[in-house]
């Protein structure tokens, strides 16, 4: 069954549509900073056996992201872990360990360097797998998919068509920048001597793949992790678009992702007055309208569509309306 963005479901009902307006990495390797990511207030933290795990660390670092799962307090976050991608030898071990030892409290795996639809499948089925062989929920697992470099980009319809379990497409900047050769060390910035934004065609790109399949379309990392007005400035650009969230990658970051990619208190409330107007005015009562208006405003069906963004993205977020829609005198 799939319903509108905001209630979207698949299969069974699972809720594929989780709060990403921030989400933390964290490596899987340092104990005590996976127990600080626990009382963070980022939508999500995931708990990483890729780039942040030295080599000779990922195979002791499986064993602790276990732990962490089973014993730690994710209360009101989703718990992701991104393994290793399927170019290395490490792939297979990391989801095994993992989904065999903390099943039950894992939401979702995040593939990294994902090239083609067949690295989705293939990640699919040994989830299944493994949730048949130790008796788990087949299918509850999420998958997020990450684009990271130009054969990722140009298959990224495929890959977002490849798994009910899919939920996310991510952009990964920094392989991304350097599988382009682009002539920039800083990553999320624009490269110098372009006077264009050098991202935009591939934000874009992401964006379209995963609103054609129901899937959020999550930004990468800003590394300049104390420049917080750098990250606002990146950040704002993909919230604009129409991006879900973006990665923080230091506790500083948290409070400007969670603010920039929730709406304003004045568009949330305005979302939820369409709302209520909508379903008024095109019930019996409100006398079956197709349009109406709504002060100074005339509301249709595609003024309902876009306030359901809206007000989706507001309540993920925990907001609380301010104002009560009243319908006219008679």
Same mark, same amino acid.
């Given at each position: 069954?799939?319903?509108?963005?905001?209630?979207?479901?698949?299969?069974?009902? %699972?809720?594929?549509?989780?709060?990403?307006?921030?989400?933390?990495?964290?490596?899987?390797?340092?104990?005590?900073?996976?127990?600080?990511?626990? *009382?963070?207030?980022? $939508?999500?933290?995931?708990?990483?056996?890729?780039?942040?795990?030295?080599?000779?660390?990922?195979?002791?670092?499986? +064993?602790?992201?276990?732990?962490?799962?089973?014993?730690?307090?994710?209360? !009101?976050?989703?718990?992701?872990?991104?393994?290793? $991608?399927?170019?290395?030898?490490?792939?297979?071990?990391?989801?095994?360990?993992?989904?065999? *030892?903390?099943?039950?409290?894992?939401?979702?795996?995040?593939?990294?360097?994902?090239?083609?639809?067949?690295? #989705?499948?293939?990640?699919?089925?040994?989830?299944?797998?493994?949730?048949?062989?130790?008796?788990?929920? #087949?299918?509850?697992?999420?998958?997020?998919?990450?684009?990271?470099?130009?054969?990722?980009?140009?298959?990224?319809?495929?890959?977002? =068509?490849?798994?009910?379990?899919?939920?996310?497409?991510?952009? !990964?900047?920094?392989?991304?920048?350097?599988?382009?050769?682009?002539?920039?060390?800083? #990553?999320?910035?624009?490269?110098?001597?372009?006077?264009?934004? =050098? %991202? +935009?065609?591939?934000?874009?790109?992401?964006?379209?793949?995963?609103?054609? +399949?129901?899937?959020?379309?999550?930004?990468?990392?800003?590394?300049?992790?104390?420049?917080? $007005?750098?990250?606002?400035?990146?950040?704002?650009?993909?919230?604009?678009?129409?991006?879900d969230g973006k990665w923080v990658l230091h506790p500083g970051q948290i409070e400007a992702s969670n603010e920039i990619f929730s709406p304003s208190q004045e568009?949330?409330? +305005?979302?939820?007055?369409?709302?209520?107007a909508y379903e008024y005015f095109t019930s019996e009562e409100g006398g079956k309208k197709g349009s109406a208006m709504l002060g100074d405003e005339m509301i249709?069906?595609?003024?309902?569509?876009?306030?359901?963004?809206?007000? !989706?993205?507001?309540?993920?977020? *925990?907001?609380?309306?301010?104002?009560?829609?009243?319908?006219?005198?008679?």
């Amino acid at each position: 069954m799939t319903t509108d963005r905001s209630t979207r479901t698949v299969g069974a009902g %699972y809720d594929r549509l989780r709060p990403r307006r921030s989400c933390l990495a964290v490596p899987g390797s340092n104990p005590r900073f996976l127990e600080k990511a626990q *009382g963070l207030p980022a $939508d999500q933290v995931f708990l990483d056996l890729e780039d942040a795990c030295a080599p000779l660390a990922k195979p002791e670092a499986r +064993h602790t992201v276990v732990k962490f799962l089973n014993e730690g307090d994710w209360t !009101g976050k989703t718990r992701v872990v991104r393994v290793n $991608d399927w170019t290395t030898h490490w792939t297979y071990r990391d989801v095994v360990t993992v989904v065999e *030892g903390a099943g039950p409290n894992l939401d979702c795996i995040m593939l990294p360097k994902v090239q083609d639809a067949s690295q #989705v499948q293939a990640l699919d089925l040994l989830l299944t797998q493994i949730e048949k062989t130790m008796g788990f929920e #087949v299918g509850r697992i999420g998958i997020e998919a990450q684009i990271e470099d130009a054969r990722g980009l140009v298959n990224v319809d495929e890959i977002a =068509a490849a798994s009910p379990r899919l939920e996310t497409i991510i952009f !990964g900047p920094a392989d991304f920048m350097a599988s382009i050769n682009m002539k920039s060390l800083v #990553v999320g910035e624009q490269p110098p001597g372009y006077p264009a934004d =050098a %991202y +935009h065609y591939i934000l874009m790109r992401i964006l379209m793949a995963a609103r054609a +399949h129901d899937l959020q379309a999550i930004d990468g990392p800003y590394l300049q992790i104390r420049n917080v $007005d750098g990250y606002r400035e990146v950040a704002r650009r993909a919230a604009a678009l129409g991006f879900d969230g973006k990665w923080v990658l230091h506790p500083g970051q948290i409070e400007a992702s969670n603010e920039i990619f929730s709406p304003s208190q004045e568009d949330y409330d +305005h979302a939820e007055l369409i709302l209520d107007a909508y379903e008024y005015f095109t019930s019996e009562e409100g006398g079956k309208k197709g349009s109406a208006m709504l002060g100074d405003e005339m509301i249709d069906e595609a003024s309902r569509k876009m306030a359901l963004v809206i007000a !989706g993205k507001g309540r993920a977020a *925990g907001m609380r309306r301010t104002s009560v829609f009243e319908p006219p005198a008679a």
